[in-house]
């Protein structure tokens, strides 16, 4: 069965530094997402992806966000400068254009 | 704004017995759908059902089956039969905007199933 993919699973970093989380969402989706989960917390929305465009960003997706597909596969978001708070699980997922969104597994942000 | 509320923080059921959790919603689109995901502690978000508002027929798959109450604006999921490995966070989600996958989650119902 297909499968969203995330790279890496566990990402520590200092606060102030970048960092690139990258997915691979299913092959013949065309709609692409991240969702962030603080731990003990809902999941919550950060931005939708179509067309090679930004289609909805929530309010916590602010300029220290941005996402990228750099290819025909790969679907990034980078945070820059991180904060103590970007502490969380970063989920992506992906979707075709009528169906529900699939899950992947997660990569979870430590900021020290 | 769009709003999802779970009331049940922490439910429990013996195994081979049925569950409900229950989920309600707040929005002004017409057309919408309404999900179910659970989250083990792998942290793993796994599709279990979905809802189309516009369908009347209530969502079944296998052992899980919700309730949708469109005008009490209520989405309710059943589990008949629990197994073990229903244990798990399960989060009631809407769709807001033109994607299905631009989701405002609730903040789960953590299920243990006992044996």
């Known amino acids: 069965e297909p499968e969203v993919t995330q790279t890496p699973s566990h990402q520590v970093t200092q606060m102030g530094q970048e960092v690139i989380l990258r997915c691979v969402p299913i092959?013949?989706?065309?709609?692409f997402y991240w969702y962030r989960q603080i731990l003990g917390q809902k999941v919550e929305f950060l931005v939708s992806f179509y067309n090679n465009e930004i289609s909805e960003k929530s309010e916590i997706f602010d300029d220290q966000f941005s996402v990228e597909r750099p290819d025909g596969s790969n679907f990034t978001l980078k945070i820059r400068s991180t904060k103590l708070e970007d502490s969380a699980m970063y989920f992506c997922a992906s979707s075709p254009v009528m169906g529900s969104p699939i899950f992947g597994p997660g990569t979870r942000l430590t900021v020290t | 704004a769009q709003t999802v509320t779970q009331s049940q923080p922490e439910m429990s059921v013996q195994e081979a017995e049925t569950v409900t959790l229950s989920c309600t919603y707040d929005?002004?689109?017409?057309?919408?759908?309404l999900f179910w995901y659970k989250q083990p502690p792998s942290r793993q978000m796994i599709l279990v059902i979905r809802q189309e508002a516009y369908k009347q027929q209530n969502a079944t798959e296998n052992r899980f089956s919700v309730n949708f109450q469109k005008a009490a604006k209520s989405f309710s999921l059943k589990i008949s039969d629990s197994q073990l490995g229903d244990t798990a966070m399960y989060f009631c989600a809407q769709n807001y905007g033109g994607s299905q996958g631009n989701l405002i989650f609730g903040k789960g119902t953590k299920l243990s199933v006992k044996p």
């Open positions: 929005t002004s689109e017409s057309n919408y759908y």
């Open positions: 092959s013949n989706h065309l709609y």
